[in-house]
């Protein structure tokens, strides 16, 4: 256990994460407006720059990212993750952005790869 608790960079950094998705989704999705004709695109884009830039912290872990994109019409919107895992190596973000017309909600999953 002492060993864990020493090896801070090992550890899945939530707020990191949460930033990358962030940085991310704004870039892509920030100027736009609601386009049914284009969300599978920019929802491709958001997972795949969200991967690259997640694979680039040089982390040993494998990622998951997945994308809703809806448009904000006062439907309710719900969604929920479970995840059996560990709980000291592995974790989870989720992020959500929003703009004048679309919902984004981004969620990344972190899990460890043993060494």
Partial sequence: ME???SNGEAD???EEASSIVKECV????????YDQDKINQWMAAVVEQCLTH???LGKMYKYI???TVMQKSGAGLHTANSCFWD???DGS???RWENRTMYCVVNVFAI????
């Fill in 87 to 89: 709980n000291a190596t």
């Fill in 26 to 33: 704004d870039v892509i999705l920030g100027g736009l407006s």
């Fill in 54 to 56: 997640l694979v680039k």
């Fill in 112 to 115: 460890a790869i043993p060494s």
């Fill in 65 to 67: 990212v997945s994308c």
């Fill in 93 to 95: 973000c989720t992020v």
């Fill in 3 to 5: 060993e864990q608790a």
């Fill in 12 to 14: 899945f950094n939530a």
